[in-house]
């Protein structure tokens, strides 16, 4: 580790202590960095694998230590979500260990290494686990006590884990603060949803309930087996019997009985909300079909109403999106350590009950995550936001049905998946049923609304059975229609009693799950209610319902204060420096950018109607290499130039400068008459491909073309798409997505992107690099059809038949300078060599030997290739036709390839251009 990162790292506790006031607010998040993603050394701790007992189960843990401390510190009791183990939690152990705290990871009871069965955080079993970690961390010296067997620990997990830590603070007075996230506050609700007050059951979440029973029947970790394992019943695995049978019975019946949301509620932190004395700081994610952020609204509402200090802090992930961008997870870290620092530690003043969240900016061009503007309240709002925007929905009422068991379904979000999967598919995995929805939409939006919470809808229904199943989304549909469910979240509501007559149909006030999103001006609202979906259990029996729509949409809207992008330590360190280099360099680019545009002002009179003139270009490395000695040619309207020469003649190097992508060392180049410099304004009527094509692969090639296009921010009339398109023949591929394309159609969307605009000068870097031979002829055609009506191609190719079947001109390169450059026809020359088609091979060798020329080969079944030797074609047909050989075709041989031989010979260097 360098002196600089010690440095730092020792220093993180007094930027710790620091309170952050109004006036440096933009620091707080750059600080998140250096808290927790200024990695300590592995030997800033010590780790001990340790296998702790009682109530006849053996819990798989490990305890570590700060390597460095010099007195007791504070503990931390990590917890693991479903289905995880210790290992799961290692990397945010290992932080916290690097940040001054004993941390005690365990396996939860029913995992991993770890015996006993799961009873989904039972208060007489996980939490009385917990309470003997507790019992075991006061017994160690080296962690700081209250008093005699109560240590001074917080309690931090995720999901399962999260639970675990709201329960155990509400049973056990000896925590002194909790950091749960993305958990539940009733877990029978959080199973079995229920979206409208009606006093109905609510509708089993099948696919995530499965996907736990199906995690918990599962075999034990791979690590190795558990000291003791005991016997598995196959239809419960390792899940309690209670448990067990509780599942069982929701998923058969869909509406779970009372010994089942007795179960449930036993689990649920909603039980002990106003037993939590311990501060409490909630994460929940905007991205979770799963525990949506209603869960942690009502967790905060409920320890708040009994005076322990709570912080609410909403991040653009979740159970279906990961921990989100760096951004947020910075911010959560930061607040974290944050709150433990306080709480355990006594550094800073009280964090305080501001509220922090996220929101989606868009996705990477560089790797496709997503993007996100954090921002701060100075109060946790609620799920009904600061603000309200009310929309005006149209649409009669409309008939859906209800298909049976279920099937076929829709689709509003995969478990797990549907954060990952909408960040692949831009924004979208929604799929309704034709026939089971019904669509009820806004005007287009006259302003943005920021929308945080849950939104509000009235809804009516009908139903010869008096019973009906339904599911509301809130589409938000771009310009171009497109509708994006956002997190793949929707509304289940069981209604009973209802009338077989809509116009009877009482409304009822449905609650949409609480949504983080910013609906842009000019997008419209869509609300669709459906009779299925493939994440709940549906009526088994077909039906068909009528649905109507109140005309006002309520959406909850929020407004905060941006929170700075987080950057890095070495930013908040060295701030000064940069800002006073970057200074520097933007005047020195100013500078260079003047000069070069006033150098650009002046034509040159003699080449102003020549698309390209390069004259005494080349280029050296600062390490001595020179790619490029000495290179002049001119390319003209209406030719298709060829750059020829073998791996590191320079063609590529060449090229580079051509296009303003690097400096030459001396030299000049003209197009039509301007001469060539970074960014010089010419540079608009040269199209390009270089170094490969780069697409968004979530994107059609169409919209990636779009996409390049306006980044140039040049009027949208001067594109001339359907051109570049028809030259390029794309076809109807132009419209499916980058990702799905072969090789051979991204070289010629590439193609299509560099004559976007239709160029004067086309420049193009081994554009038939990986296509197969049909590929190659249509490429081949479609430079010559490019090369009219006055414009010009330069291409670069080690393919030298099909340069020579594709391009007027070539200029044969070899280290580093032009050994030949004219028309094809001229390079290649009288040729001294034929090719003939005969009927009598070995007969035709012999007499042709007699004859003396230089050499006879033979070249498929009936070829043959003799080097005359000065013998006339004329002596050589009559000679064969007078024996009685038959000469179907005589053909001068000499090629390309043979002059581009004659020419470079083996004088290659063997190495990649620079």
């Keep these: 580790m360098s002196a600089l990162t010690t440095g730092l790292r ?72 479903f289905g995880g183990s210790k290992d799961t939690v290692r990397s945010d152990a290992e932080a916290l260990a690097g940040q001054g705290y004993a941390v005690l990871a365990y396996t939860a009871r029913g995992f991993g290494r770890s015996t006993g069965e799961i009873h989904l955080d039972s208060p007489d079993h996980e939490v009385k686990d917990a309470q003997r970690l507790l019992d075991w961390l006061a017994t160690r010296p080296e962690v700081t006590t209250d008093g005699a067997g109560d240590p001074k620990v917080a309690v931090v997990g995720g999901s399962y884990g999260g639970a675990l830590a709201l329960l155990l603070a509400g049973q056990d007075g000896r925590v002194d603060a909790i950091v749960p996230s993305i958990t539940w506050n009733d877990l029978g609700t959080a199973l079995v949803p229920q979206s409208a007050d009606t006093g109905a059951a609510g509708v089993f979440k099948k696919s995530w309930a499965g996907y736990f029973f199906g995690n918990g029947t599962a075999s034990v970790e791979r690590g190795g087996p558990p000291q003791r394992q005991e016997p598995q019943d196959p239809a419960c695995g390792r899940f309690a019997k209670d448990v067990c049978a509780a599942y069982l019975q929701m998923a058969t019946s869909g509406i779970p009985d009372e010994n089942t949301l007795a179960l449930l509620r036993k689990s649920s932190p909603a039980t002990v909300l106003d037993k939590i004395k311990a501060p409490t700081l909630l994460i929940q994610g ?26 609410v802090a909403w991040f653009t992930g979740g159970h279906d999106g990961g921990e989100g961008p760096t951004s947020d997870s910075d911010r959560l870290k930061y607040l974290t350590v944050q709150w433990l620092n306080h709480y355990l530690k006594g550094e800073g003043e009280a964090p305080g009950d501001d509220f922090t969240w996220s929101r989606v900016a868009g996705f990477s061009a560089l790797d496709r995550g997503l993007v996100t503007n954090g921002y701060s309240a100075d109060a946790y709002p609620g799920l009904a936001g600061t603000g309200s925007t009310r929309v005006t929905l149209t649409g009669s009422a409309q008939p859906i049905a209800n298909p049976p068991n279920g099937n076929p379904g829709a689709i509003s979000s995969m478990p797990g998946l549907t954060g990952r999967l909408s960040s692949l598919l831009s924004g979208n995995v929604a799929l309704d049923v034709a026939g089971q929805h019904a669509m009820f939409d806004s005007a287009p939006l006259t302003a943005a609304a920021d929308v945080a919470g849950s939104p509000t809808v009235r809804l009516r229904v009908a139903s010869p059975t008096g019973e ?23 509304a289940p509501v069981r209604l009973t009693g209802l009338p077989a007559d809509i116009a009877q149909a009482q409304p ?20 669709t209610v459906a009779t299925s979906d493939q994440a709940f259990l549906t009526p088994a029996q077909p039906a068909t319902y009528t649905v109507a729509v109140e005309p006002e949409l309520t959406l909850p809207t929020l407004t905060g204060k941006p929170i700075a992008d987080p950057g890095s330590l070495w930013w908040i360190v060295l701030a000064g420096v940069v800002a006073a280099i970057l200074l520097g360099l933007v005047l020195l680019l100013v500078v260079s950018r003047i000069r070069h545009r006033r150098r650009d002002v002046a034509v040159v009179a003699e080449h102003a109607g020549t698309p390209l003139v390069v004259r005494g270009l080349r280029k050296a490395y600062g390490d001595g290499f020179v790619a490029v000695q000495e290179i002049g040619f001119t390319v003209e309207r209406g030719q298709v130039v060829g750059l020829l020469g073998p791996n590191g003649a320079g063609k590529t190097t060449t090229l580079r400068v051509l296009m303003g992508l690097t400096q030459p060392t001396e030299g000049e180049i003209f197009v039509f008459g301007h001469r060539l410099v970074p960014g010089a304004p010419i540079l608009s009527r040269v199209g390009a491909l270089v170094e490969g094509p780069g697409f968004l692969p979530h994107l059609s090639g169409y919209q990636n073309l779009q996409a390049y296009w306006q ?26 997505k980058t990702r799905k394309y072969s090789h051979g159609m991204r070289q010629r969307l590439a193609i299509a992107q560099a004559m976007l605009g239709l160029p004067e000068l086309l420049v193009l870097d081994e554009p038939t690099d990986g296509l197969d031979p049909p590929q190659i002829a249509e490429m081949r055609r479609v430079l010559q059809r490019y090369a009219t009506d006055g414009r010009a191609v330069l291409v670069s190719s080690h393919l030298l038949a099909e340069v020579e079947q594709t391009c007027t001109h070539a200029v044969v390169v070899n280290k580093g300078r032009i050994v030949a450059s004219g028309p094809v026809g001229d390079i290649v020359g009288e040729s001294p060599s ?50 009685g050989i038959g000469v179907e075709r005589l053909v001068p041989r000499r090629r390309l390839e043979d002059a581009f031989l004659s020419l470079v010979g083996d004088n290659s260097r063997g190495s990649g251009d620079r």
Aim: proline share 5%; no cysteine; net charge negative.
């Design 10 to 81: 020792r220093a993180l506790p007094r930027l710790n202590r620091r309170r952050v006031v109004p006036a440096v607010a933009a620091l707080v998040v750059l600080a998140a960095v250096a808290v927790w993603a200024v990695r300590p050394a592995p030997d800033a701790w010590t780790t001990e694998d340790l296998r702790l007992a009682g109530d006849g189960v053996e819990l798989d843990a490990r305890f570590y230590l700060p390597a460095d401390r010099d007195a007791d510190v504070p503990a931390v009791l990590l917890a693991h979500g």
């Design 286 to 311: 905007a991205v979770d079909t799963l525990f949506p952020l209603s869960e942690a609204d009502a967790n905060a509402k409920g320890i708040a109403a009994a005076g322990t200090p709570v912080r």
């Design 468 to 490: 009906a199943v339904v599911f509301v989304k809130l589409y938000d549909m771009d310009a171009n229609g497109t509708a994006t469910l956002s997190a793949g979240l929707v």
């Design 508 to 527: 009822v006030t449905v609650t949409l799950p609480a949504i983080v999103r910013q609906i842009e001006a000019g997008h419209t609202v869509r609300v």
């Design 711 to 736: 980044a140039t921010g040049r009027p949208w009339e001067d594109a001339r798409f359907e051109e570049a398109l028809e030259i390029a023949g794309l076809g109807d591929s132009v419209h499916r």
């Design 834 to 883: 034929v090719q003939l088609e005969v009927s009598d091979v070995p007969a035709a060798t012999r007499i042709l030997e007699d004859l003396g020329v230089h050499s006879v080969k033979t070249e498929g079944a009936n070829g043959l290739i003799v080097d005359m030797n000065g013998t006339a074609r004329s002596e050589i047909v009559a000679s064969l036709v007078g024996a």
